[in-house]
């Protein structure tokens, strides 16, 4: 037998062609899965770095979402329509939503009421130029009004604010794994906080 460049020739002069063995197709099956495992392993090492990144993006959106949320309502802490009155006339003594303020105090808590999270309660005073947490206005010109805004985490993770003219929460920041709250307390009257706490106690509350 003759052969010429793949091709075979048999003692009758016919030509017959040459195909790939049963070994040389199983090397090959196994060479090309081998090179699709590696792309699949690079292909879902990219989807976890991807996800990964989402997540942390989400997280940080989160977090300076929340922080703004609570820097505007926290703001609002204490503001009266009439700042040459008497405080402890304007925010008198008062239990609404269940915050126990005390006299004269604009800031109220309990710790770890929703595992280790907090409740915030603040108090202030508009007369149409401010806003609750959950849009209202406060008050009309003329005809001020105290508002009571409650801010807490529920067991969805979800940072909510009640107010006390509607008993639907609204839903400020989703993915809260933890709302701690921290008072700074001015225990000398110079109008800065020289002292901090996680439980504010009611002697404690009008020194926020």
Do not use: K, W
Not at 61 to 86: I, K, P, Q, W, Y
């Amino acid at each position: 037998m003759l052969r010429h460049r793949g091709t075979a020739v048999n003692g009758s002069g016919h030509r017959r062609e040459r195909g790939f063995s049963l070994v040389e197709l199983m090397v090959a099956m196994v060479v090309g899965l081998l090179l699709l495992a590696g792309v699949l392993q690079i292909l879902l090492a990219n989807r976890e770095a991807f996800d990964a990144q989402r997540g942390r993006g989400h997280l940080q959106e989160n977090a300076r979402l929340a922080s703004f949320m609570l820097e505007n309502v926290v703001a609002h802490a204490g503001f009266r329509t009439d700042l040459t009155g008497d405080p402890e006339q304007a925010f008198r003594a008062d239990d609404t939503l269940g915050a126990n303020f005390q006299r004269a105090a604009v800031i109220s808590g309990r710790s770890n009421t929703q595992g280790q999270s907090d409740t915030l309660f603040i108090r202030f005073q508009g007369e149409g130029g401010v806003h609750n947490c959950q849009g209202a206005v406060v008050g009309q010109p003329g005809d001020a009004e105290t508002s009571v805004i409650q801010l807490y985490v529920n067991t969805q993770a979800t940072l909510l604010c009640r107010v006390p003219d509607n008993i639907i929460p609204q839903p400020l920041v989703e993915g809260v794994d933890r709302f701690e709250v921290r008072y700074g307390l001015d225990t000398n009257d110079d109008n800065s906080a020289n002292r901090y706490v996680s439980d504010l106690t009611a002697a404690q509350a009008a020194q926020v």
